[in-house]
């Protein structure tokens, strides 16, 4: 199980985009990008134009979160221009099945998202179907949220259910990670970390991700 780190560009700078992603470039494995709709969330972000944008000068791959409603409609598009990894809410999707072999068809990773109050145990056939699960550990909508330990347990049971599976998937936490919330979440079987305050929010937001990544590392070899 290999540690990866996120850094959420929604915590950035959003004047000064392809800097930002240049700043954590040689530290982390992925870009993790916030999609929201104002409708599935009570907030509004950036879309497709932007993804595209960012697709032409990100020297990391691009994680799409997308906080959005009818994911059915326009998720497909965001794996069409190049994103290489595309994450829907189980909670906005009325045919996930379909979507998530829509997303892989179009040649990026198809990922499944979990608010905090959403059980995962009625999602693990849905297993072989997508390559990162996501387990939200805070509402989603905004950063610098409070890490909610409630889903402990929920990240627990997920890593178990991907281990009875067989399966090669990917279990993400995004939502109050930080240096001090990220052991516990590695112990519970998290191994992909977004995070956006406790990277954006430092001086050096490439030594806060490599910080987050050893961290990750001590506490998973325990
Ligand atoms: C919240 C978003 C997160 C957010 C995390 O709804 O999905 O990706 O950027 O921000 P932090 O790490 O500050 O909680
Ligand atoms: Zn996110």
Redesign the pocket.
Known sequence: MAIQISP?I?SADFARLADEVEAVAGAADWL?V?VMDNHFVPNLTLGLPVVESLLKVAPLPLDC?L?IEDPDRWAPAYAEVGAQSVTIHAEAAKAPVRTLRAIRAAGARAGLALNPATPVDGYADLLGEIDMLLVMTVE?GFGGQKFLDLVLPKIRRARELIRNADASVWLQV??GVSAETIERCAEAGADVF?AGSAVYGEKDPAAAVEHLRALAERATAR
Do not use: E, I, N
């Open positions: 959420s929604l993790h916030d979160h906080m989603p995004d939502g977004v």
